[in-house]
């Protein structure tokens, strides 16, 4: 609820984001005052309380194993809400301040390794492997595979976001060009191409009314550059080096199994 | 923070509200894009790592007690940060949503109730008791305690906020009739005044542009409706109470006594 109302968004999964959802009921009630602020408003605390109650269930999910397991889980449990704080305002923060061309590509993965890479995989496995009592190389196994299936999911989200099929993806094609989002997509595109091209580029990306025939120009500069490449590298890499925390490890091989194929969907999926 | 953004403030204790110092830092730096949507937002992320750090602390500050005693805090803590958000949603549902006539005392003391009774007295009473192991009857004395105080204070607040000395108070006097604030002496004042007086009160309360002469006007028609003489009489029998669930209860003499004196505090302070 709080990333919809930072990102302006109007809707989540296809249905009206919080924050709209009460604009309406205010616009359609009638009532007294300022409908965005009161939507916005409603949709801040809407968000706390989610925050509160979903601190309440982790606890009620712990209540019953062991003090030091327990301390353990929470400690991941609140550097996971931490990582995704920073994450976010990093994000919002790389949107906002200029930032040297030499450093974009580093702090573009800095964003994917906390928003996602942390927040969206690595903490909660290792919250998993905590409340279920891992062994030390376990742990450290999961610790291993978990960052580079988040920066391979969120480098191939960056790819959709530019290059994805609409009717897979149900976003509109381009839609991260529109938005403007500093990805490693991007930088590594800037870092490519010429000047005058780099122009054109800064101009173009950050404009939320680009035209079809401009989203596939930018699309052609971008692949052309070799940036496109350059992230598929990186992604194959970082699903090595998921593989490779895997092999050998003392795992039961079902959860191996799962595990493999969730870093492949991570790295591979379409939409 | 979120408090401020929601209630749009521009300071806080005197110093900028934060949604309003990244917006200055945004406007001074002359970055990119909206300034105060990036005050906003950053004020929303930082509230949020805020709320998580809180929580930190909670669980530092109860890891070495014992694990029912720590479980009890936590859902102490658990039900104050769910009162204070409802709390204040009720607060702004209040200004929004129109409430008929005779609810609108009801409504006024719901929000001092979930706000200020149970978030600000009741429930640090109760969480500082189980993590003191304080006994049954201790328990009960403490939670009848801290409701009637935590509304007193309430009450007090909305008392200062219409007659308050701003030499006192620090804020400009009437700060709440040009707010606009829905509190139970507005509702008292309503409730007794003929039509066209209220008629006037709706009008002017909720004027940001309030002059001082108005200002004046509004006290005299409050205080002649005997709206001011109700909410003392309430804030009396509040501190009664109070008082009455101290009596005979068994906590050491000191303690009593410090009870007492935030009581009074709460009851009869002038800024």
């Given at each position: 609820?709080?990333?919809?109302?930072?990102?302006?968004s109007?809707t989540?999964?296809?249905?009206?984001a919080?924050?709209?959802?009460?604009?309406?009921?205010?616009?359609?009630g009638?009532?007294?005052?300022?409908?965005?602020?009161?939507?916005?408003?409603?949709?801040?605390?809407?968000?706390?309380?989610?925050?509160?109650?979903?601190d309440?269930?982790?606890?009620?999910?712990?209540?019953?194993?062991a003090?030091?397991?327990?301390?353990?889980?929470?400690?991941?449990y609140?550097?996971?809400?931490r990582?995704?704080?920073v994450?976010?305002?990093?994000?919002?923060?790389?949107?906002?301040?200029p930032?040297?061309?030499?450093?974009?590509?580093?702090?573009?993965?800095?964003?994917?390794?906390?928003?996602?890479?942390?927040?969206?995989?690595?903490?909660?496995?290792?919250?998993?492997?905590?409340?279920?009592?891992?062994?030390?190389d376990?742990?450290?196994?999961?610790?291993?595979?978990?960052?580079?299936?988040?920066?391979?999911?969120?480098?191939?989200?960056?790819?959709?976001?530019?290059?994805?099929?609409?009717?897979?993806?149900?976003?509109?094609?381009?839609?991260?060009?529109?938005?403007?989002?500093?990805?490693?997509?991007?930088?590594?595109?800037?870092?490519?191409?010429p000047?005058?091209v780099?122009?054109?580029?800064d101009?173009?990306v950050?404009?939320?009314?680009?035209?079809?025939?401009?989203?596939?120009?930018?699309?052609d500069?971008?692949?052309?550059?070799?940036?496109?490449?350059?992230?598929?590298?990186l992604?194959?890499?970082y699903?090595?080096?998921?593989?490779?925390a895997?092999?050998?490890?003392?795992?039961?091989?079902?959860?191996?199994?799962?595990?493999?194929?969730?870093?492949?969907?991570?790295?591979h999926?379409?939409?």
């Amino acid at each position: 609820m709080h990333d919809d109302i930072i990102d302006n968004s109007d809707t989540r999964r296809g249905r009206p984001a919080t924050h709209r959802a009460f604009e309406s009921a205010h616009l359609s009630g009638g009532w007294t005052g300022d409908a965005e602020a009161y939507g916005r408003s409603s949709a801040i605390l809407a968000g706390d309380l989610l925050v509160a109650w979903s601190d309440d269930l982790f606890e009620e999910g712990i209540d019953q194993i062991a003090p030091e397991r327990a301390r353990a889980a929470r400690r991941h449990y609140a550097e996971m809400r931490r990582d995704v704080t920073v994450g976010q305002y990093l994000d919002i923060a790389a949107e906002t301040v200029p930032t040297p061309d030499r450093e974009q590509l580093d702090l573009a993965l800095l964003v994917a390794s906390f928003k996602s890479a942390r927040y969206s995989v690595q903490q909660p496995l290792l919250i998993g492997a905590t409340i279920g009592g891992a062994r030390p190389d376990q742990y450290q196994a999961l610790r291993a595979f978990g960052h580079p299936v988040g920066m391979a999911f969120q480098l191939r989200d960056d790819v959709l976001g530019v290059f994805g099929d609409s009717a897979a993806t149900g976003k509109p094609s381009g839609d991260d060009l529109r938005e403007g989002k500093r990805t490693a997509l991007i930088a590594f595109a800037r870092q490519a191409v010429p000047a005058p091209v780099r122009r054109t580029l800064d101009e173009l990306v950050g404009d939320p009314d680009l035209e079809e025939g401009q989203v596939r120009m930018l699309q052609d500069v971008i692949r052309e550059s070799g940036a496109l490449a350059r992230v598929e590298d990186l992604i194959s890499s970082y699903a090595r080096d998921a593989d490779r925390a895997l092999s050998g490890v003392a795992l039961e091989n079902a959860s191996v199994g799962a595990l493999r194929d969730l870093a492949r969907a991570a790295a591979h999926r379409t939409f």
